[in-house]
T-cell receptor, first 114, second 114 residues
Framework: AQSVTQLGSHVSVSEGALVLLRCNYSSSVPPYLFWYVQYPNQGLQLLLKYTSAATLVKGINGFEAEFKKSETSFHLTKPSAHMSDAAEYFCAVSGFFGNEKLTFGTGTRLTIIP | DAGITQSPRHKVTETGTPVTLRCHQTENHRYMYWYRQDPGHGLRLIHYSYGVKDTDKGEVSDGYSVSRSKTEDFLLTLESATSSQTSVYFC?????????????FGPGTRLTVL
């Protein structure tokens, strides 16, 4: 079975500062990993996904994530935070190709300080 | 935006009453999912469908049933609602298996069981 752990349910950063949201995965097979974002009162939308093609994955809105097998991590970063980045972010894992389901983490709420 | 609608968007009901939530898609995607979102738990899969009349259980299926008689509609039924089923419910769709395909989410239904 696969799972993800998101460290920190709440993260606050100043506008213009680095954003780092942490995700560690557990999977018995090479994982497929995803980051989704949820803006207030909306559904989730995909930020980026890792499907083994490249370890550094670039997504929308300037976000990127790096797959590190040795650390079983898939942390999300953005060099310079913007007020519009305030949202909840979810890491998700699908354990093998052909898996019909995703397993989501508990989420990290990102607050941007002006 | 993916064509996914959920109805109703908000509902308040009493313990013991049946409740049906509807998810409708215009994308002709094969897979449809029902999740519930609760603070501290992230998103948890209730049931999913991989085709008309083909459904399977997710992580938290007890107390819920689903039906899919047409490609575009996926119904979630709470046979006898309980206060523990107070939550925000999201429908999602996917063209193919989740290990490689993005899930697109609806706007959510906020259900309160008194």
């Amino acid at each position: 079975a696969q799972s993800v752990t998101q460290l920190g349910s709440h993260v606050s950063v100043s506008e213009g500062a680095l954003v780092l949201l942490r995700c560690n995965y557990s999977s018995s097979v090479p994982p497929y990993l995803f980051w989704y974002v949820q803006y207030p009162n909306q559904g989730l939308q995909l930020l980026l996904k890792y499907t083994s093609a490249a370890t550094l994955v670039k997504g929308i809105n300037g976000f990127e994530a790096e797959f590190k097998k040795s650390e079983t991590s898939f942390h999300l970063t953005k060099p310079s935070a913007h007020m519009s980045d305030a949202a909840e972010y979810f890491c998700a894992v699908s354990g093998f190709f052909g898996n019909e389901k995703l397993t989501f983490g508990t989420g990290t709420r990102l607050t941007i300080i002006p | 935006d993916a064509g996914i609608t959920q109805s109703p968007r908000h509902k308040v009901t009493e313990t013991g009453t049946p409740v049906t939530l509807r998810c409708h898609q215009t994308e002709n995607h094969r897979y449809m999912y029902w999740y519930r979102q609760d603070p501290g738990h992230g998103l948890r899969l209730i049931h999913y469908s991989y085709g008309v009349k083909d459904t399977d259980k997710g992580e938290v299926s007890d107390g819920y049933s689903v039906s899919r008689s047409k490609t575009e509609d996926f119904l979630l039924t709470l046979e006898s609602a309980t206060s523990s089923q107070t939550s925000v419910y999201f429908c999602a769709i996917s063209e193919g298996v989740s290990s490689y395909n993005e899930q697109f989410f609806g706007p959510g239904t906020r259900l309160t069981v008194l």
